[in-house]
């Protein structure tokens, strides 16, 4: 089945501090890749997304690179802001079921000025 | 535009109560889900509906059951509540099968006692 792995929290840094999650899947098909973030007390929102290979998704300042020959979409911020503290899920969806999002189990964040 | 809505925010029931959650989108999309967010699991995948009609159910479909009779609604009904139904729900749309991005609501703390 499909299934996505990324690390461990909790993640506590300095403000300014360089910031990697890493995420990486399985998946029966071919996946769109997908990072969403939660902040205290919202929903879901998206912040960035990759559709194909060597695709670079980009938002806020973070960055991830969809690596097929890896099976993975690593996370990235060269210099993190208080406000950036949050919990970040990475995510995948397959055409075949293209109603569904496989998440991670999350990553929590915390960024100390 | 609203986006996707939750009601309500917080709920607290005792085991063997019902309760209907609602959820409604103003975008006109066609598919909407319905996720549970448990510490540790991300967000997993209970029920879904491709569209007005049509619903099916996902990973942990279990003690929940739905109905799509307008584009706009999906209520999630728990119909007799257990301890183990105490999560954070979200409810999600996407506008088609060709679109990528999924709007979660706010959610939904649910306390079975």
């Known amino acids: 089945g499909d299934s996505v792995t990324q690390m461990e929290g909790p993640v506590t840094l300095s403000e300014e501090a360089f910031l990697t999650i890493n995420c990486t899947y399985t998946?029966?098909?071919?996946?769109?890749l997908f990072w969403y973030v939660q902040y205290p007390g919202e929903g879901l929102q998206l912040l960035l997304k990759a559709t194909k290979a060597d695709d670079k998704g980009s938002n806020k300042g973070f960055e991830a690179t969809y690596r097929k020959e890896t099976t993975s979409f690593h996370l990235e911020k060269g210099s993190v802001q208080v406000s950036d503290s949050a919990v970040y899920f990475c995510?995948?969806?397959?055409?075949?079921?293209?109603?569904?999002?496989?998440f991670g189990a999350g990553t929590t964040v915390t960024v100390r000025a | 535009n609203a986006g996707v809505t939750q009601t309500p925010k917080f709920q607290v029931l005792k085991t063997g109560q019902s309760m209907t959650l609602q959820c409604a989108q103003d975008?006109?999309?066609?598919?909407m889900s319905w996720y549970r967010q448990d510490p540790g699991m991300g967000l997993r995948l209970i029920h879904y509906s491709v569209g007005a009609g049509i619903t099916d159910q996902g990973e942990v479909p279990n003690g929940y059951n739905v109905s799509r009779s307008t584009t706009e609604d999906f209520p999630l009904r728990l119909l007799s509540a257990a301890p183990s139904q105490t999560s954070v729900y979200f409810c999600?749309?996407?506008?088609?099968?060709?679109?990528?991005?999924?709007?979660f609501g706010p959610g939904t703390r649910l306390t079975v006692t």
């Open positions: 975008m006109n999309h066609e598919y």
């Open positions: 999600a749309s996407k506008r088609d099968s060709v679109s990528y991005e999924q709007y």
């Open positions: 998946a029966t098909g071919y996946p769109s």
């Open positions: 995510a995948l969806s397959v055409r075949s079921n293209d109603y569904k999002l496989s």
